[in-house]
């Protein structure tokens, strides 16, 4: 089977990045919240959305190597491939930030695929022609029906319920953090559902 999986939140954790580089930055007091939506809230709450826009183009970019993978996800991918399946990133990321400095997001993630042994490794789940950046989010799901994913695993319902998501794709629904319906919150579960 083709195996389809998503990079930022699916493979790659930024749990408390966002807070600790825009407290390094003096962007951010320290007593916000931890997560990624608390950090977001502050800065819409201030009526600095662009600060915002550009704190993630900095932790997309300069800083990912900050994120960790989720627990347990290197070995389900490599088990996944182990057993046979084909396995394809599928991502939906901007070449560059909007704001700010002009770092290639697409070479940051891959570099960060690399450190993190996803890619270019004797064991590595995927090869390295088998990772797919679209800027656009139409562009990832036509990319999802164009390589004829059988299941895709993404942290993001409106990839998974979009109107152009093929049929013949199952989805699966990557929520870690909140437990919400039709979920898996750890990446063992992932292995529980394909094989």
Not at 118 to 136: K, R, Y
Request: proline content about 4%; aromatic content about 10%.
């Amino acid at each position: 089977m083709i195996i389809g999986i998503d990079f930022d939140n699916t493979i790659a954790d930024y749990t408390g990045v966002f807070h600790r580089v825009g407290v390094k930055l003096g962007w951010l007091p320290k007593e916000v919240g931890q997560t990624k939506e608390d950090v977001k809230a502050y800065f819409i709450n201030a009526g600095n959305e662009p600060r915002w826009t550009e704190l993630q183009g900095i932790v997309y970019g300069k800083e990912i190597n900050r994120a960790r993978p989720y627990e347990g996800c290197l070995d389900a991918l490599r088990q996944l491939k182990t057993k046979g399946h084909e396995l394809v990133l599928i991502s939906h990321k901007t070449r560059h930030p909007i704001i700010g400095e002009k770092v290639n997001f697409h070479i940051a993630a891959a570099n960060w695929l690399k450190c993190n042994k996803f890619i270019h490794s004797e064991d590595a789940p995927f090869s390295h022609n088998a990772l797919f950046f679209n800027e656009q989010l139409d562009l990832k799901i036509s990319k999802i029906a164009e390589l004829n994913c059988d299941f895709f695993i993404d942290d993001l319902k409106k990839v998974l319920d979009h109107s152009a998501f093929p049929n013949n794709c199952k989805p699966i629904f990557f929520s870690p953090h909140k437990k919400e319906e039709n979920c898996i919150s750890h990446w063992k579960e992932v292995i529980d559902i394909i094989c």
